[in-house]
């Protein structure tokens, strides 16, 4: 069967979080995105981990979905209760982000890492390890003083059938491979565990072809999920499969990258993550790799140090040139979401009841925001919307869009349409 999965959000126990991030809200959600299995996030935090045992009963081996009885008490309010939603259930399946900082090789390394657990009783053996470690009540996604090495032996050790996976592995500040405090490689990082590691996320700003010029990941599995703090983002990027939905048989397609049942992943055009280009955010400062090597890495306008970028860090460590591609790589798709589309389109706000209207009538006329994005045809949205939002879904399949890169925690900004182009639309509807 083939399905979407997003396997690292957070809780509303992370910091900078909705309130609306539990099992509940993201069930329709996941519903509303087309999102056949969706990580719960944060099952390290004893607040979240109780909710989820309330709420969730078992249902295919490793897998979770929400009690019936749960579904029938909570009623949908405000934007929810717009959507006509599928009688299908949700798959939550147990996972954590932890955030590992400490010291090693005379440096300061921060590094998150990406928890996948089977059951509710392998969580309770972790979490009481990691307890008497760090606090991990203070956060939905702990820190702690402990090296990523030694985190995943922990792991590793209270179930082999977990999975440990570098998350947003090029993250300038908190990541594997970041430009502030990570690694040139796996093997400097994890050494002997190395083995143990099956796959990276690629994160927001990096996508599969970045990570394809570095020989070093060529048996690694390359991730894509959403790391979402609010139930609209959930989805942004993610995996699709053609396998049976279970716990077992997604971690044995993750480390054995099997292309046949792991069909592509769904990514963000990179330019538009937080960090792609390289930036002084306070200063307004912008600049590509080129440049940033010209001014030595130093803000022109107040002479501190930039933030590194992922583009810069992935050249960096590149090996092979731009454009290569492994035999074994397995595809991708770069998307915008549906509601940035219709924003665009408009020429309003995300956050418009416009946009939110034409949202809703697209969602419920084609079942999922996926279906929309990756398969209707350019007459069915026209039928049921706008030429407008036919033409800006069809560009984003293509890549004809402009991104001004996102830099140093700015998120790029993404225009399909301009002025000119929106007032020849505006023209053609109201002669129609």
Not at 112 to 136: D, R
Not at 176 to 185: E, I, K, L, Q, T
Not at 261 to 275: A, D, H, N, R, V
Request: charged share 30%; aromatic share 10%.
């Amino acid at each position: 069967m083939q399905f979407v999965a997003d396997l690292h959000i957070h809780s509303k126990y992370s910091r900078a979080t909705s309130k609306d991030m539990d099992v509940e809200h993201l069930d329709k959600w996941a519903k509303i995105k087309g999102i056949k299995v969706l990580g719960t996030g944060d099952f390290t935090h004893p607040l979240y981990l109780k909710e989820l045992k309330e709420n969730l009963e078992p249902a295919e081996s490793g897998l979770f979905k929400l009690k019936k009885a749960r579904m029938k008490k909570k009623n949908s309010n405000g934007l929810l209760a717009d959507f006509n939603l599928p009688e299908n259930e949700t798959r939550f399946m147990l996972t954590a982000e932890i955030s590992c900082i400490y010291s090693k090789n005379n440096r300061t390394r921060k590094v998150h890492l990406l928890l996948f657990a089977p059951s509710f009783e392998v969580i309770e053996k972790i979490n009481a390890h990691l307890g008497w470690i760090g606090n991990i009540k203070s956060d939905g996604r702990p820190i702690l003083g402990l090296d990523a090495k030694e985190a995943t032996k922990i792991i590793l050790n209270t179930s082999s059938d977990c999975m440990v996976i570098p998350a947003h592995a090029w993250t300038p500040h908190f990541s594997v491979f970041g430009s502030a405090s990570g690694f040139d490689s796996l093997k400097e990082c994890f050494d002997e565990y190395t083995q143990y590691i099956y796959a990276i996320e690629t994160g927001l700003s990096s996508d599969p072809a970045m990570n394809w010029r570095l020989s070093q990941l060529d048996n690694i599995s390359l991730i894509s999920n959403s790391d979402s703090h609010s139930p609209s983002r959930i989805g942004r990027e993610a995996n699709v499969f053609d396998a049976e939905i279970d716990y077992y048989s997604i971690t044995d397609i993750i480390k054995k990258k099997e292309k046949g049942k792991f069909l592509y992943t769904i990514e963000f055009f990179p330019e538009e993550g937080k960090y792609h280009i390289d930036g002084h955010r306070n200063c307004k400062v912008s600049m590509q790799p080129e440049e940033t090597k010209k001014t030595k890495g130093v803000c022109p306008v107040c002479g501190k140090a930039l933030t590194i970028g992922v583009l810069y860090r992935a050249m960096q460590l590149a090996d092979r040139p731009e454009g290569y591609k492994p035999e074994n790589a397995v595809p991708y798709k770069s998307l915008v979401p549906l509601d940035q589309i219709i924003a665009d389109a408009f020429d309003m706000g995300v956050a418009s009841k416009a946009v939110q209207k034409e949202y809703v009538e697209l969602i419920n006329k084609f079942g999922n925001e996926f279906n929309i994005l990756l398969n209707a045809g350019r007459r069915e949205v026209e039928a049921a919307s706008s030429a407008e939002i036919a033409e800006g879904i069809m560009r984003v399949r293509e890549g004809k869009l402009k991104i001004e890169p996102g830099y140093d925690g700015e998120y790029g900004k993404v225009k399909i349409f301009d002025e000119k182009e929106r007032e020849s639309f505006s023209k053609q509807s109201s002669l129609f």
